[in-house]
Structure formats: C-alpha cells, structure tokens
C-alpha cells in the first residue's frame, strides 16, 4: 500500500549546525506535503508545508526540499537550537482528496547536544 | 483564537466504561478529524468530518463514535473502553483545499 515513512529514527545534532531530516513517499501522486514538530506532552505544530509544483520552499531558519523523482522530502533545519529538540513527522495529504486524509510517517528524533 | 481545544487532557478509566472526548475550534474550519498516537507509530486517522452533519471512518475506526452537530465541536465517544484504546488522542481541524490541519494538545487515555 502507499506509505509515507522516515529514513532516521533518531537524528543527534550539535547545537549550531545544520539538521537534515529526511521523508520518503511512496504515493506518486501525492501534491502536498507538510512537516510538524511535536514536542514532548504537545500535539504536532506546522512548520512548513510544500506543494508538488515546487522543489524548494523556505521559511523562518528551516527549508524544505522536494524530489519528486525519487519521492524524497527533506527538512532542513539552519543553527539547530536547543529548542529544536523535538520530534519531526513529515505528512502527505493524498491528491485524490482535496480535503486531505493525512498520512504519517513514524516521526524522527532530534536531539540538539551542547 | 484559543485554536483547537481538547478535553480532557488525561483520563483513566476502566474496561468497559464509556466517555467522550471533546474537541473544540474557533477557526470557523469545516474540516475536522481524529487521530490516536501510538509509541512508535506516526498518527493514524480514526474518524473525520468535512462539516456540520458529516462524518466518515478513517484508518482504525473501530470501537469508536462520533458526531458532528455543530461545525465548533467534533466529540469522540469511547462507548466501551477496552486496553487496546489506551493511547494519545489528536483533535485537528482545518480550512478548505491544500492546508496545514493544527491540531489539539491531545487527550492521554489510559484504560485498565
């Protein structure tokens, strides 16, 4: 079946570098994708989103990249913080629905290390 | 805007017992859902509603209920709680098209 999964389950970061969190999608036709952040006794919070007529899409410190080619999303993450400590879900929201049945991968672990 | 509001935040109840989740949003979405999250799981869809009057199932639907009456609330009922149901439970809701669901700070459920 069509899955949207994680490479990474725990990713350890050096406070100040730059964090890579990557996504794979198996759905072709997938059109929309988003990534959330959860922090520990909180619900996923959006952080970025990208649509599939785009490969690149930059926000406030955090890009996201999409390789349609070989159904790859990528978080980037610029001068991780500490506060970047969280867990990162990338999401596919299905192109057959407009109104979105979101999909989850298992999430990826980050942890920012002084 | 408080955004999505769940209550309660943590509840224990026992095998058999019935209770319902409540999930409130002030965002005027027509698009609402809920959602269970496991240890080691991603989020997996348990019921979802694109507006006043309309519900329908998602991934793991079963053993519970839901209703759509106004398009503010979206309430999940457990109508006999069984161990397997222990879990975090997500309220999200969004707007029309393509866009980001926000979701709640989950309701901890654990059932002896």
């Known amino acids: 079946g069509e899955s949207v999964g994680l490479h990474l389950p725990t990713l350890s970061v050096q406070e100040g570098d730059n964090s890579i969190i990557n996504c794979a999608y198996s759905?072709?036709?997938?059109?929309?994708f988003i990534w959330y952040k959860q922090e520990s006794g909180k619900g996923p919070q959006f952080i970025i989103d990208i649509r599939s007529n785009m490969d690149k899409r930059q926000g406030q410190r955090v890009t996201v990249l999409l390789n349609k080619t070989v159904k790859h999303l990528s978080l980037q993450i610029a001068a991780t913080q500490p506060g970047d400590s969280a867990v990162y879900f990338c999401a596919e929201n299905g192109a057959t629905d407009s109104w979105g049945k979101l999909q989850f991968g298992a999430g990826t672990q980050v942890v920012v290390t002084p | 805007n408080a955004g999505v509001t769940q209550t309660p935040k943590f509840q224990v109840l026992k095998t058999g017992q019935s209770m319902t989740l409540q999930c409130a949003q002030d965002?005027?979405?027509?698009?609402m859902s809920w959602y269970r999250q496991d240890p080691g799981m991603g989020l997996r869809l348990i019921h979802y509603s694109v507006g006043a009057g309309i519900t329908d199932q998602g991934e793991v639907p079963n053993g519970y209920n839901v209703s759509r009456s106004t398009t503010e609330d979206f309430p999940l009922r457990l109508l006999s709680a069984a161990p397997s149901q222990t879990s975090v439970y997500f309220c999200?809701?969004?707007?029309?098209?393509?866009?980001?669901?926000?979701f709640g700070d989950g309701t901890r459920l654990s059932i002896l």
């Open positions: 965002m005027n979405h027509e698009y």
């Open positions: 999200a809701s969004k707007g029309d098209g393509n866009q980001p669901q926000h």
């Open positions: 759905n072709s036709a997938s059109d929309y």
